[in-house]
C-alpha cells in the first residue's frame, strides 16, 4: 500500500496550557513538533496563540507571531511540511488571510461549510453558548482565492456529509482545481467518529482524491485511526484533537500521539512517508 502520510496537529484553537501540555511559544512548539517529527510526522497543522503572559490560550492572527512559529519548527524539523490553520468565526477574514499571504504555506486548512457548533453537558445544558461556525461559500472563496495567490493547497475541512459534497460543486463552478478533504468526526454536532464513515464518504468525494480523518474524542478514536489506514487514508492526531493514547493513558505530548498513529499505519502494512516522500504524493500531480 501506499506509504502514510502523518500530520501532527500540534496545539489546537483553545485548549488552555495551563491545563494540558499544549506548546504555546515559537521555542515550545519548535520542541513538539521535532518529537512529532522524529516519530513520523512530516506535516504539521499549527494555531497560533497569543505569547504575552497568561493570553497563550487565546488565538493569535498576528503574522510576526505566526513567522516566529513557522521559522522555529523548521529549523528544528529540517524539510518539514507546514499547514497552516484558517478558521475564524464571523465575515472579517482578514486575520488568517494575512497569515497566509505572510507565510505562503505548502498546506493551509480551508473551512468548507457552516456548522452548528455545539456541546451538551451531561444535565443538558449547553457546554457553551451556542454558536454557528459559518463558512458560507463567499468566505470559502475568499481563503481559496488567496491560496491561490500563495500557491497553497487547500486542504477542505469537512464537519458533516453535506460539506463533503459541496467540494465537489466548488470544484465544478472553478472556485477550486485541487481537492484534499479533511473528514473532522467527533465534534459532538457534526459527524460522529464512526468507521463506517471512511468506508462510504470517499463515493461522495471528487474522483480520486486524497482524504484524511481528523478524530477528536479520547481512546476510542484509535479503532477508527486504524480502520482509516487500512483504507489508504492520510492520518492526523496531536493535542489539538485529543489528549489520550489507545490504552487510555494521557499522553505526554505530541510525540508519544504520533508514534501510536504510526503503529497503527504499520499494522496496516503501511510504511511512513518521509516530507520528501509526502511532498511527491501530495503534489506531484497538482494543478492548481
Not at 259 to 285: K, V
Request: contains cysteine.
Amino acid at each position: 500500500m501506499e506509504k502514510a502520510i502523518l500530520t501532527c496537529a500540534l496545539t489546537g484553537v483553545l485548549t488552555d496550557p495551563k491545563q494540558h501540555p499544549v506548546p504555546v511559544t515559537p521555542e515550545e512548539c519548535a520542541d513538539s513538533a521535532r518529537e512529532a517529527y522524529d516519530a513520523g510526522a512530516s506535516i504539521i497543522h499549527i494555531h497560533y496563540r497569543r505569547q504575552e503572559p497568561g493570553k497563550g490560550h487565546l488565538p493569535s492572527w498576528d503574522p510576526a507571531i505566526a513567522t516566529a512559529i513557522v521559522e522555529a519548527i523548521r529549523s528544528a524539523c529540517p524539510g518539514v511540511i507546514i499547514n497552516s490553520t484558517t478558521g475564524v468565526v464571523g465575515p472579517d477574514c482578514s486575520g488568517p488571510l494575512g497569515v497566509l499571504r505572510a507565510l505562503k504555506p505548502e498546506i493551509a486548512a480551508c473551512n468548507a461549510g457552516t456548522l452548528n457548533y455545539l456541546k451538551l453537558r451531561a444535565n443538558g445544558e449547553w457546554a457553551w453558548p451556542p454558536m454557528v461556525f459559518d463558512n458560507p461559500p463567499s468566505k470559502v472563496k475568499a481563503f481559496l482565492d488567496v491560496m491561490r495567490e500563495t500557491g497553497t493547497l487547500p486542504e477542505m475541512e469537512c464537519f458533516d456529509i453535506g460539506i463533503v459534497r459541496s467540494v465537489e460543486m466548488y470544484q465544478a463552478n472553478g472556485m477550486l482545481s485541487d481537492a484534499r478533504y479533511n473528514l473532522v468526526m467527533g465534534v459532538a454536532s457534526g459527524m460522529p467518529v464512526d468507521a463506517r464513515l471512511l468506508e462510504i464518504l470517499p463515493t461522495y468525494m471528487a474522483p480520486g482524491a486524497r482524504w484524511q480523518a481528523t478524530l477528536i474524542g479520547r481512546e476510542e478514536i484509535w479503532p477508527v485511526h486504524q480502520r482509516a489506514a487500512q483504507l489508504g487514508g492520510m492520518l492526523r492526531t496531536g493535542l489539538e484533537d485529543t489528549f489520550y493514547l489507545p490504552d487510555g493513558a494521557r499522553a505526554s505530548g505530541n510525540g508519544a500521539l504520533i508514534e501510536a498513529l504510526a503503529a497503527r499505519a504499520r499494522r496496516a502494512g503501511r510504511e511512513i512517508a518521509s516530507p520528501t516522500e509526502a511532498r511527491e504524493l501530495l503534489f506531484s500531480a497538482r494543478a492548481l
